[in-house]
């Protein structure tokens, strides 16, 4: 994938996770588009660990696994402020 790719998918799936973890608020379009991005490595390591089908491309696949990793990510990071 493109960096372009990169940042659309960074940015969609962070902004998703961030209102489902219901901290859409305190977030930013950088916040999301980085938490997006580190969210699909997080979701790529979970979902190969539980044997899924490698995510590629921009797909809904990809956006649901980035989903899922960011989710992760924003309920660890909320866990190391408190």
């Excluded at 938490?35 to 089908?53: D, L, P």
């Excluded at 980035?66 to 990510?73: H, K, Q, T």
Aim: hydrophobic share 60%; proline share 0%; glycine share 16%.
């Amino acid at each position: 994938m493109g960096i372009i790719a990169w940042i659309i998918l960074g940015g969609l799936s962070g902004w998703i996770a961030s209102i489902i973890m219901k901290k859409n608020t305190s977030m930013g379009v950088i916040a999301n588009i980085v938490t997006g991005i580190i969210g699909a490595f997080i979701g790529g390591v979970v979902f190969n660990f539980i044997g899924a089908e490698k995510a590629t491309g921009l797909n809904l696949h990809s956006i649901l696994v980035s989903v899922v990793g960011a989710c992760i990510l924003l309920w660890i990071i909320g866990k190391i402020n408190k």
